[in-house]
């Protein structure tokens, strides 16, 4: 997770280095120590700098990264031709690294052509089959194929052995969800949850998808979560506010006849009401008779 | 009795400063020398894996409280289930890993040469110091000590009326040996301060931590109970919602 400091510190980076001022390197280090996704900057800058060669002689074995850097960010970009010199280059330098190897598969796999990339990727894992990157590339490519079956297939033998990634317990939660497995999905998060308990992210996925399974127990524990996730980003997250008055709804409905502690839970729901109609004032003003509407029709059912 | 014995500045010019010397550029000599021997190891996948799965179960103690108490107690039977739980280590297996390292050919040269780049300079620098400096009293301890110490600390010295605090070169060698460490942090980097201290505890401890580390993980988790941390989190929404309200 990028923190708000990091982020404003890219995004002041990230002007500076279009505008024209200087310090292209250093964005490009923060892109990659932060790992995320700016691939046509990244291009632009990083060919800037390589085409220089004073620029160049002056990052000293650095350049080496910053090869491999704008090698996969030509390849997100479909500059292939761009991607294939990178990678040359790289090979000539490391006529025997696997890291080398792995970007030469990548290349085959942005051109489409999938079972040569597979055959690749097949032989890389035969010589580290503890390489972590490589097995994660093998469920992206059978991803972007279309395979979700054997992608999930894939992604399930991978946590069997590294069982402690977060990220890939991410993904199978949400490719889980896509393919409305929601059990599945649930027993995903949770193992988010218990690893990262106080992103309020987890939180408030396992709501959702609680919420979207149904059934009395399964309400109550979303709205928990709801509820936690509010505590977490203190109340300011729109959809855990929407979450519990539709939960505190739903539930009221299943529990027609039988009166439980409905004091506590319709104060949620009020409170949580008018934080959001206070929201909405502030931000949406014109969406507001929309949102009275709705939220009295919630009140009303219940 | 405390006759304050007047010691030649040239012992401090021509001993103490050169030994400290030697011992510094010995440490640095051996921290480059075993980056160059350093042969990358290619772990093994059982201990990898084993190594995530105490990760894993880890974070369930830690976070056993946020979820709810049926997924909670899912897992707990996953974990340390006596046939086929993932914590669980049959006796037999748990003398396997120590077994393993000693014929494992790669591993056993790793401790060798582990244990040879730290013997040798010692005990060369040892019999340096003795050959060359002894006989003499090299410093004054600024403590007093009891009689005991006089055969560890004076042991070039022969009169036996010298006070226990004047020592000679040799605990001067000694106590740079356990010394150095700060030092070789400030030249070498925070990760490389590794004294011959440390390494003498490297030495002993070796690869029994797979196994013992999972049994360690199951009866920890044995112990957790479940004390579900959502149930007041209403109300605790409640008051962060009041809050943002007024």
Not at chain 1, 158 to 180: C, G, K, N, P
Not at chain 1, 229 to 255: E, V, Y
Not at chain 1, 267 to 282: F, G, H, M, N, R
Not at chain 2, 49 to 72: C, D
Request: with cysteine; proline share 3%.
């Amino acid at each position: 997770m990028v923190t708000k400091t990091e982020e404003t510190q890219l995004n002041r980076l990230e002007n500076q280095v279009d505008n024209g001022g200087g310090g292209a390197w250093e964005y490009l280090c923060l892109v990659r120590k932060l790992k995320v996704r700016r691939s046509e900057k990244v291009l632009k800058h990083g060919l800037s700098i390589l085409n220089d060669p004073k620029q160049r002689s002056s990052l000293g074995s650095d350049e080496w990264t910053l090869y491999e850097q704008v090698a996969v960010a030509a390849m997100d970009c479909q500059c292939l031709d761009v991607a294939k010199d990178c990678t040359k280059v790289l090979r000539k330098r490391f006529p025997e690294s696997k890291r080398v190897g792995r970007l030469e598969a990548m290349l085959l796999e942005a051109k489409g052509s999938w079972e040569l990339a597979e055959k690749a990727y097949a032989s890389l894992l035969e010589d580290s089959p503890l390489d972590q990157a490589i097995h994660k590339r093998r469920v992206a490519m059978a991803k972007a194929q279309g395979n979700i079956s054997v992608a999930i297939d894939w992604l399930n033998k991978y946590l069997e052995t590294f069982m402690a990634d977060h990220d890939a317990w991410r993904e199978l939660a949400e490719i889980y969800v896509s393919l409305q497995m929601y059990k599945q999905a649930a027993f995903c998060y949770e193992e988010l949850i218990l690893s990262q308990p106080t992103v309020p992210l987890y939180h408030l996925a396992y709501a959702d998808v609680l919420y979207t399974l149904g059934g009395l127990e399964n309400l109550q524990t979303a709205k928990k979560y709801y509820a936690s996730t509010i505590d977490l980003t203190g109340g300011k997250n729109t959809r855990a506010l929407f979450g519990i008055c539709l939960c505190t709804s739903a539930i009221t409905q299943l529990t027609k006849g039988k009166s439980k502690e409905e004091k506590e839970g319709s104060q949620l729901q009020s409170l949580a009401a008018k934080v959001l109609e206070k929201d909405y004032k502030q931000r949406a003003p014109d969406k507001l008779p929309q949102l009275t509407t709705a939220l009295k029709s919630l009140t009303l059912s219940s | 009795m405390a006759e304050d014995l007047v010691l030649d500045t040239a012992i401090r010019d021509w001993v103490l400063i050169p030994l400290s010397v030697v011992m510094v550029l010995i440490g640095v000599l051996r921290y480059f020398v075993s980056k160059l021997m350093h042969s990358s190891q290619t772990p093994d996948a059982k201990i990898v894996k084993e190594g995530q799965v105490i990760v894993r179960a880890r974070n369930l103690r830690a976070g056993a409280n946020f979820i709810p108490s049926k997924a909670f107690r899912t897992r707990k039977i996953y974990f340390c289930n006596e046939e086929n739980g993932l914590l669980f280590v049959p006796k037999g297996q748990g003398q396997n890993p120590q077994a393993q390292m000693f014929s494992d050919p790669n591993m056993a040269m790793d401790m060798m040469k582990k244990n040879l780049s730290m013997i040798i300079p010692q005990t060369l620098t040892f019999a340096w110091v003795n050959f060359f400096f002894s006989g003499f009293v090299a410093a004054k301890i600024p403590f007093p000590l009891t009689q005991r110490f006089r055969s560890m600390l004076q042991n070039g010295i022969d009169l036996s009326t010298v006070d226990v605090s004047y020592v000679s070169s040799r605990s001067w060698y000694f106590l740079n040996l356990f010394g150095l460490r700060g030092l070789f942090s400030l030249i070498l980097g925070e990760e490389n301060a590794v004294d011959d201290t440390q390494r003498m505890m490297q030495m002993g401890g070796f690869g029994f931590d797979p196994s013992k580390g999972l049994s360690a993980e199951k009866d920890n988790l044995d112990i957790t109970q479940h004390d579900w941390a959502l149930l007041n989190f209403e109300h605790r929404a409640e008051a962060v919602l009041r809050k943002v309200i007024s």
